[in-house]
């Protein structure tokens, strides 16, 4: 396999880079930012949106005929890791989980949406998650029958974005008696619905997201998406893009970078750091975890994406891998910076820019979102080498 970028895709690169620099602005660009750190819904990140879709690149992947490039899933990699390096908006959940499932299954009135999404005009909050551990089984989230459609009652937990979406893809039981990955339906609702409520949940991270509450919502069959009781089909091969798309290597290394930096101009008791053995030793081990990460999501494209296949075994691979080496560099960082990890960004002499507590506290998060590390454990086990589920 060659890790070389061709000259196409250096080209690329290029013109993403003209882009940001064209259109800088710090109040929707945060270099320090780690992945999960949501981004604030303003009117300015809602331009740039605007001004990324007006460049053609939300629909990168998708077919020409339905306003997309068809192109090749790696120029959608590569200008996600762009975008994550300065801390600017990503694709998100409307060009990746919704518009991609939907460019399959989507019919009449929910084909409709794939053009408000290419154009920046809709944001989507995902609800899968339920109190009783994600399993979309009774008492949660039901839907029942109604005329020409369904009556939704229950409540979701963990949904970002809830507060500001326009729309919500959520999962529903539609039936009851069904085994548990069974009987589940996807459901397109529109926020605004007098019948949901949404209180928030805050984060150890300081990061916002939320409990979505649904009483009596009624939801058209317009609005149901794809076949009845296949839902959860089509949440797995959405999460399968979810856990690559949410967990960009840029900001990993951009701290693996920081560490480096620290060490090399660093002192402690008088003595400096890049002399010592074991931080020297430590620090090398992180810097190859760091590439293996790398080569590990380059790899995940070039053999699932482009590929046309749900990356099913390769996105829990990446996805398991740099969590949880983004958590181990949180956790390496803090021990070799010492008490001054402690310190917040705009402190006065903050190491690291302040960046050690954000990730040390985000990288948790990490291991949880899109499906926790153990639950990437059980998927490479059983769909890899073919152990029993109950093992």
């Given at each position: 396999?060659?890790?070389?970028?061709?000259?196409?895709?250096?080209?690329?690169?290029?013109?993403?880079?003209?882009?940001?620099?064209?259109?800088?602005?710090?109040?929707?660009?945060?270099?320090?930012?780690?992945?999960?750190?949501?981004?604030?819904?303003?009117?300015?990140?809602?331009?740039?949106?605007?001004?990324?879709?007006?460049?053609?690149?939300?629909?990168?992947?998708?077919?020409?005929?339905?306003?997309?490039?068809?192109?090749?899933?790696?120029?959608?990699?590569?200008?996600?890791?762009?975008?994550?390096?300065?801390?600017?908006?990503?694709?998100?959940?409307?060009?990746?989980?919704?518009?991609?499932?939907?460019?399959?299954?989507?019919?009449?009135?929910?084909?409709?949406?794939?053009?408000?999404?290419?154009?920046?005009?809709?944001?989507?909050?995902?609800?899968?998650?339920?109190?009783?551990?994600?399993s979309m089984r009774p008492p949660c989230v039901s839907a029942e029958r109604a005329g020409e459609g369904w009556v939704l009652n229950g409540q979701k937990v963990f949904t970002t974005s809830a507060?500001?979406?326009d729309w919500y893809w959520v999962g529903a039981r539609t039936d009851p008696d069904a085994p548990k990955h069974h009987g589940i339906s996807l459901f397109l609702v529109s926020m605004d619905h007098?019948?949901?409520?949404?209180?928030?949940?805050?984060?150890?991270?300081?990061?916002?997201?939320?409990?979505?509450?649904?009483?009596?919502?009624?939801?058209?069959?317009?609005?149901?998406?794809?076949?009845?009781?296949?839902?959860?089909?089509?949440?797995?091969?959405?999460?399968?893009?979810?856990?690559?798309?949410?967990?960009?290597?840029?900001?990993?290394?951009?701290?693996?970078?920081?560490?480096?930096?620290?060490?090399?101009?660093?002192?402690?008791?008088?003595?400096?750091?890049?002399?010592?053995?074991?931080?020297?030793?430590?620090?090398?081990?992180?810097?190859?975890?760091?590439?293996?990460?790398?080569?590990?999501?380059?790899?995940?494209?070039?053999?699932?994406?482009?590929?046309?296949?749900?990356?099913?075994?390769?996105?829990?691979?990446?996805?398991?891998?740099?969590?949880?080496?983004?958590?181990?560099?949180?956790?390496?960082?803090?021990?070799?910076?010492?008490?001054?990890?402690?310190?917040?960004?705009?402190?006065?002499?903050?190491?690291?820019?302040?960046?050690?507590?954000?990730?040390?506290?985000?990288?948790?998060?990490?291991?949880?979102?899109?499906?926790?590390?153990?639950?990437?454990?059980?998927?490479?086990?059983?769909?890899?080498?073919?152990?029993?589920?109950?093992?």
């Amino acid at each position: 396999m060659d890790f070389e970028f061709s000259r196409d895709e250096q080209s690329f690169l290029r013109e993403v880079d003209g882009f940001l620099r064209a259109n800088h602005d710090p109040r929707v660009m945060d270099p320090g930012r780690e992945n999960l750190a949501q981004l604030v819904d303003t009117p300015e990140r809602r331009t740039f949106m605007k001004r990324l879709a007006g460049q053609g690149w939300l629909g990168i992947t998708w077919p020409k005929e339905l306003g997309g490039q068809g192109g090749r899933g790696f120029y959608e990699y590569l200008l996600n890791e762009k975008l994550s390096s300065v801390g600017a908006p990503q694709l998100g959940k409307g060009t990746g989980v919704v518009g991609k499932t939907l460019i399959k299954v989507a019919s009449g009135k929910l084909a409709g949406v794939l053009p408000r999404i290419l154009n920046a005009e809709i944001e989507f909050a995902i609800g899968y998650f339920e109190p009783s551990a994600g399993s979309m089984r009774p008492p949660c989230v039901s839907a029942e029958r109604a005329g020409e459609g369904w009556v939704l009652n229950g409540q979701k937990v963990f949904t970002t974005s809830a507060h500001f979406a326009d729309w919500y893809w959520v999962g529903a039981r539609t039936d009851p008696d069904a085994p548990k990955h069974h009987g589940i339906s996807l459901f397109l609702v529109s926020m605004d619905h007098p019948g949901l409520t949404i209180h928030p949940m805050h984060t150890i991270g300081g990061e916002r997201t939320n409990a979505v509450f649904f009483d009596d919502v009624f939801v058209h069959d317009d609005y149901r998406v794809g076949e009845l009781n296949k839902g959860f089909q089509y949440i797995a091969e959405a999460l399968d893009l979810e856990r690559f798309g949410m967990f960009t290597f840029s900001p990993i290394r951009a701290r693996v970078e920081l560490l480096c930096d620290f060490v090399k101009s660093g002192q402690r008791d008088g003595k400096s750091l890049k002399d010592d053995a074991i931080i020297r030793q430590r620090v090398a081990q992180l810097a190859t975890e760091c590439e293996v990460a790398r080569l590990l999501g380059v790899r995940f494209v070039d053999a699932a994406l482009d590929a046309n296949r749900t990356p099913t075994i390769q996105a829990s691979e990446y996805k398991l891998y740099a969590t949880e080496f983004s958590r181990r560099l949180a956790d390496a960082t803090m021990e070799i910076v010492g008490v001054g990890s402690q310190l917040l960004a705009g402190a006065p002499d903050a190491p690291l820019s302040g960046r050690a507590p954000g990730s040390y506290t985000l990288t948790v998060l990490e291991t949880i979102g899109g499906g926790t590390s153990e639950v990437q454990k059980n998927i490479i086990a059983t769909r890899k080498h073919g152990l029993p589920k109950n093992f």
